[in-house]
């Protein structure tokens, strides 16, 4: 099954939810207000969020006046159409221009951030980049274990201390350990304890300082790993972790397992971060760079 086809697979869930009951909303109906306010509440539904659903909602009520959009089908195009103007392209993760290019990755437990990262390193071994990860979640002694297999099935270097050590300790003795063996990538793991407790934000602060003094322009990239079926709450999550430590990209997992895949618009709308990375499944393909021109045909496909 080629990529595109693994992405409208993984998105059925939320193809459904969004755009078949837009169809079924709409089929036989006039549009107007009243049809409008029930759409409305649809894209609400589906975790678009209340401010992207109202965007789109009234460029549709302006679309209906002008163009005369009077059947289901002229509705969805411009729903298509106007769903596209919210989202924006990230330039995908890559190591041209550093060396070492050191990702710092961050998330609450649960959200798929370990398995993220082993699928990010496993892709860049296989384009020929050479891969150190920071074992630097050193309170669960687990977090370390899975990192441990997926370095191995990556073929990555990894750099770890012993379980409870400080992990700003472990990111810098990645950064250095890669900058000596030219190693091309670096991407450290770090803990996700609840993203309400003031202490796990200083500690991500602290390891972003540490970076720095090891590679003045690093880290290069902040990526949020966030839980696609956590809906509204993953908006929650990446306001924290921004005003710490400032997201430069989005990776959204989990999108395979929601009908709610709306979040995509929402996350666009709202804090005017990209997503860069979309997760629709469980092998390490499946992990994909986030086209917004790919991901409407998918969803609307």
Partial sequence: MGLFNKLKKGLFKTRKSLVEDTEKLAKGRKVDDELLDEFEELLIMADVGPQAADTITEALRERVKEEKIKNERDLIAAFKEEAGKLLKEGHPLMSAGEDPYVVLTVGVNGVGKTTTIGKLARRFTDHGFSVTLAAADTFRAAAIEQLEIWADRAGAQIVKHRSGSDPAAVAFDAVASAKSRGSDVVIIDTAGRLHTKSN????????????????ASAPHEILLVVDATSGQNAINQAKIFNEAVGITGIALTKLDGTAKGGIVL????????????????????????????????????
């Fill in 200 to 215: 796990l934000m200083e500690e991500l602060k602290k390891i972003k300082r540490v970076i720095s003094k090891e590679k």
């Fill in 266 to 301: 929402a996350i666009n709308k709202e804090l005017n971060i990209p997503v860069k990375l979309i997760g629709v499944g469980e092998a390490v393909e499946d992990l994909q760079d986030f086209d917004p021109s790919e991901f409407l045909d998918a969803l609307f496909g």
